[in-house]
């Protein structure tokens, strides 16, 4: 639990703050998951650069003169070369951060593995053991093995029981000593602290306001809002609703205005004449399903709360409002748990069909219907899990193949090529050129749409084509397998939880939930095989 605490506060450290604007560096005119990722990547880098000089800096100038490790002394260049620092890691602020929080916290006993680099050979691992005692440690194991590097001899791996202010003390203490190349402190009671937090229930994701940012209309001229104070009033309003909003409540509730109401009917009455021609044939029935309902009307904007009501009855798919938009890994977590974050904003009503970000028109329209069939929920499902715990790299990689397939999606039916994504559906001229012959169609493949450039200020010129969802899925799942990650994750439906399967008791478990379910299904064929007793 400690060390999930403590990847929790690295990932509040280093949170995303700067809004998403063209003047805090964001790439594009118009939000876009693929320029989320590549735009949260280089901000959480800038900041965590930033963090981290300023924490060694404070630990330089308040740690006291440490004991000195005893050696002899060695042939070393008087200047100091740029690669040495004895400053602070990111792991160690991080062990920093946990001895801070009061006295109690400072003394407790933590258990810390370090990586030392001898560049003398085994003659100065005594010295280390000393330094290790005179801070009070125990060492718990200890292995050593052979550096074919030219500057060390051995490489040791020690695991010690001492308290954080005393293991801090003994790094910085440790990378004085000329006798060691280097000093690293790898893990915290077994589990990197560098290990990347994530919800592992839906509950958790209260935990992600902190990263939510308000797009502002005011922020970019070329905003159909830009210069209309009523229309950014009522977003701002409309985005304090969902702030105040926490696991297991009820959505809020939202009157919309007749002005609201009928840049809906206009989007909606489009997307009615051209659904039957050009969306699959899954968005359709589900369409159908929302019409009968009446869910989905002309003359009014559903509400959050009776569409996910609709979703969970058919997928377990439900909704969570947000008061703004998520950034690209909170985002993409959140489908991992069958839940997608939607904003409940309208569109300016002088561009009923086009908006620069995401509204509840283009979420309601495009995403929904598809999340309540069950294949496609279940493929959106698999890229949250495949997000979570996943390199800021991969997060971007991840974010293009949902942008061209869940966005912008094409596949095949019947020998025709039909539309299923948000994108498309709710952009009726983006879908007539999708489905035209003046862009290239490609075949969806994992690793070569995840590497695909998009257009941002012009109609996509490739799109990719999935032969069916079962088929994507399929492709998708051995391509996650190839991901750097390195562990497995399942989200347990009786649970309501993530769990990572780390351990032999976890795939034991796991193993007999699956011999269970297989017998299920052999005892129902059987029946259905069997001869009538009639």
């Given amino acids: 639990m400690a060390a999930v605490a403590a990847a929790q506060k690295n990932r509040e450290m280093f949170a995303i703050k ?146 954080r202010q005393s293991l801090l003390q003994l790094i910085k203490s440790l990378r004085q000593s000329s006798s060691l190349e280097s000093v690293s402190l790898l893990a915290e009671e077994g589990i990197s602290v560098k290990s990347p937090w994530f919800p592992r229930h839906a509950s958790d994701l209260d935990n992600c306001n902190h990263l939510m940012t308000k797009y502002e209309p005011e922020l970019d001229m070329n905003h159909p809002g830009f210069a209309d104070k009523e229309y950014r009033a009522r977003r701002k309003e409309i985005a304090e609703i969902a702030f105040g909003y926490k696991y297991g409540d009820s959505i809020p509730f939202i009157q919309y205005s007749e002005v609201e109401n009928k840049t809906w009917a206009s989007v909606f009455n489009t997307v009615l004449d051209l659904m039957p021609k050009h969306a699959c044939k899954e968005y359709r029935k589900v369409f159908a399903m929302l019409q009968d309902e009446g869910i989905f009307v002309p003359d009014r904007i559903p509400q959050l709360e009776e569409m996910s009501n609709f979703m969970k009855g058919h997928t377990g798919f439900s909704l969570r409002p947000a008061a703004g938009l998520l950034t690209a890994r909170d985002f993409l977590a959140s489908l991992a748990f069958r839940i997608f974050q939607s904003t409940q904003y309208v569109r300016h009503v002088n561009s009923p069909y086009h908006t620069p970000e995401p509204d509840c028109i283009h979420e309601l329209l495009g995403h929904m219907p598809l999340l309540a069939d069950p294949s496609f929920a279940q493929f959106s499902q698999e890229i949250g899990l495949a997000s979570l715990g996943a390199s800021d790299e991969e997060i971007e990689k991840l974010s293009t193949v949902y942008w061209f397939t869940v966005e912008f999606g094409l596949c095949k039916e019947a020998g025709q090529t039909k539309a299923y994504g948000a994108g498309l559906l709710s952009s009726y001229g ?105």
Avoid at 112 to 133: T, W
């Fill in 18 to 163: 700067k809004s998403y604007s063209i003047e805090n560096g964001y790439p594009a005119r118009r939000r876009s998951l693929v320029d989320d990722a590549r735009f949260e990547t280089l901000v959480v880098k800038q900041t965590k650069q930033s963090v981290l000089e300023e924490a060694r800096q404070r630990a330089n100038d308040s740690l006291e003169p440490e004991v000195q490790v005893e050696e002899k002394p060695t042939k070393k260049t008087e200047q100091t070369t740029d690669t040495e620092d004895f400053g602070l890691t990111e792991e160690e602020i991080v062990l920093t951060n946990a001895a801070s929080e009061s006295p109690e916290a400072e003394k407790a006993i933590q258990r810390a593995a370090l990586v030392l680099r001898l560049r003398e050979g085994m003659s100065s691992l005594s010295r280390v053991l000393k330094a290790i005692d005179k801070y009070q440690g125990a060492v718990v194991h200890l292995e050593t093995r052979p550096n074919k590097a030219q500057s060390t001899q051995f490489d040791v791996l020690v695991k010690v029981d001492m308290s």
């Fill in 430 to 534: 983006e879908l007539l050129h999708a489905l035209s012959d003046k862009p290239e169609h490609r075949s969806f493949e994992p690793a070569s749409t995840a590497v695909q450039p998009y257009q941002d200020q012009e109609y996509q010129p490739i799109y990719y084509v999935a032969e069916s969802f079962e088929d994507a899925k399929d492709k998708f799942r051995r391509w996650v397998s190839t991901m750097s990650r390195p562990f497995e994750v399942r989200y347990n439906p009786h649970t309501g939880r993530v769990e990572v399967l780390d351990s032999v008791d976890k795939l034991e478990a796991l193993v007999y939930q699956l011999n269970t379910e297989v017998l299920h299904l052999s005892n129902a064929i059987g029946k259905l095989t069997a001869p009538s007793l009639c």
